[in-house]
């Protein structure tokens, strides 16, 4: 095996290469996911909590569809949104179709059952442990939904880490609807499909071993600031 | 009630922030279309090199979608795409026929070959013709890897077969439905003949013990075609700048352009534009 064969030797250049197209990708890869997932937290934080303190008709079925859609097939919901935002389909007059912001959308649709169906399961356990306490204290369900939302932060970060990780990992969903056009939907997971279809096997696993480091770095992060709150706030 | 306010100002910070991102992304917007092609032409690196010659004479930016034949006529009837570049001359002119579509131009072409494990178990390097090739194939029930997936080189593939009077079918014959790079990535992992054009093949780069075993018959023509929409069936596209796309192909510089790329030093497209127009 020559170094130029090699994977790591591979990623180790493209890394300290700097590449202005590769860091382009690399910005794009994760602008897309985090605004997918920040988007997908403000919408399905508050509904999870919902779902874990009110009763209502349809509640179970609702929490088992939320289940089901974690397992949702990226190239199913890319698919979905492709017709949605195709000329032909009923949003195709905004244009959407094959830019960043299309992607954006497929995106939060996988990451939302993710965050709303874990949020729902952590609030739960906390309300069920504390719904005396809190009623005691004449709290009613609104009031109590930012309090255990609040003391359920720290799990609520892995929940929105593991969102993250299935919006930076998938890659079904945004070749579809993005495209993978060069300098404009082109992202990490679509140029590693990319390499892999031109034969090009170390770049394609060195750019895998890129995106597997800016991931860990992402999580070293998140979990640097849990530890610091948890020892600040105790 | 620290608690909630907390929670509503993260809360705040973060539509902000997802504002302030999703603006960024909606900058920086100049002339462009957006074209369905063909992967070959895409992963050969021909529209990294052309593009960029059309860019600077027009300021037209041409933003590549690179999917099987089939899938960009599909993004086309849709109204996904400006303007079409594809190689299946039968489709295509049904895409005419069909309305939508107003013309085709010959823009260049290059040729299909068979490629396959470099010890021929079924001799396929010594055939007279393609049809005889795959006869050979097909009576040593040789592994044989087909795209499957309804793209030009699929339908230019399933047209040879028939031509040869063999309904390729059995363990022997398998039908993959992926794009042509995955295609021969499968094909050189189990060691296994395949169609491929040559273009993509010649840029690939995970061969293994696949050689080219095949090539040159009259019948492995494959034609590209420039495919101008049509305006009433999706008025909203870019008509005008598709047009001036259309033209620069077929004109004196686009062909010159085709037919400066290459690979290595070997020529992949052989521009054929039949009347080379003034426009440009």
Not at chain 1, 61 to 68: Q, W
Not at chain 1, 71 to 91: D, H, I, K, N, T
Request: hydrophobic share 50%; aromatic share 8%; proline share 4%.
């Amino acid at each position: 095996m020559t170094a130029s064969d090699n994977p790591f030797y591979t990623a180790l250049t493209l890394i300290l290469g700097m590449d202005s197209a590769l860091i382009a990708i690399v910005m794009l890869s994760l602008k897309v996911s985090l605004i997918a997932v920040l988007t997908a937290s403000l919408l399905a934080l508050p509904l999870g909590a919902a779902l874990a303190l009110w009763r209502f008709p349809g509640r179970n079925a609702l929490i088992v569809l939320l289940n089901a859609l974690m397992g949702l097939p990226p190239v199913v919901a890319g698919l979905c949104v492709y017709l949605l935002l195709s000329r032909a389909g009923p949003l195709g007059q905004f244009g959407l179709l094959f830019t960043p912001t299309a992607m954006v959308i497929a995106q939060t649709i996988l990451v939302f059952p993710i965050i709303a169906a874990l949020t729902r399961q952590q609030v739960e356990t906390l309300h069920n442990e504390y719904a005396e306490q809190l009623r005691s204290l004449g709290l009613n369900q609104l009031r109590m939904m930012p309090t255990l939302l609040w003391d359920a932060r720290f799990g609520l970060l892995t929940v929105i880490l593991a969102g993250f990780g299935r919006a930076s990992a998938e890659v079904g969903a945004v070749m579809i609807v993005g495209g993978n056009i060069d300098g404009v939907t082109r992202v990490m997971t679509t140029s590693i499909v990319l390499e892999t279809s031109k034969g090009n096997l170390p770049l394609a696993l060195g750019l895998g071993i890129v995106l597997l480091s800016l991931v860990t770095l992402i999580n070293a992060l998140a979990h640097m600031v849990s530890e610091t709150a948890k020892r600040r706030l105790g | 009630m620290k608690k909630t306010t907390t929670l509503a100002s993260a809360g705040f910070l973060t539509s902000g922030l997802v504002g302030l991102l999703w603006s960024a992304s909606l900058l920086a917007r100049d002339d462009f279309i957006t074209l369905a092609s063909t992967t070959s032409t895409e992963n050969s690196g021909l529209f990294n090199a052309i593009i960029a010659t059309f860019t600077d004479a027009t300021g037209i930016n041409v933003r590549v979608v690179a999917v099987g034949t089939g899938q960009a006529f599909e993004i086309a009837r849709r109204g996904d795409a400006d303007s079409l570049l594809v190689h299946d001359t039968a489709g295509e002119v049904q895409f005419i026929a069909d309305g939508y579509a107003s013309e085709r131009l010959d823009v260049m072409y290059n040729d299909f070959v068979i490629v396959g494990p470099s010890d021929d178990p079924a001799d396929v390097s010594s055939s007279d013709n393609v049809a005889d090739a795959l006869v050979r194939i097909a009576e040593s029930e040789s592994p044989f890897a087909s795209r499957g997936d309804d793209s030009g080189t699929n339908r230019a593939e399933l047209r040879l077969w028939k031509d040869a009077g063999i309904t390729p079918q059995g363990a022997w014959y398998r039908e993959l439905g992926s794009g042509m790079g995955p295609t021969l990535n499968t094909a050189a992992g189990m060691n296994a003949y395949s169609f491929t054009d040559r273009a993509t093949w010649v840029a690939f780069q995970n061969p293994q013990d696949l050689v080219l075993l095949f090539e040159g018959d009259d019948a492995l023509f494959n034609q590209y075609a420039s495919v101008l929409l049509s305006e009433q069936q999706h008025p909203h596209l870019k008509h005008a700048l598709a047009a001036q796309w259309h033209q620069w192909l077929v004109s004196e510089k686009g062909q010159q352009a085709i037919a400066d790329f290459n690979v290595n030093g070997q020529p992949l497209f052989f521009p054929n534009a039949q009347s080379l127009s003034n426009t440009q």
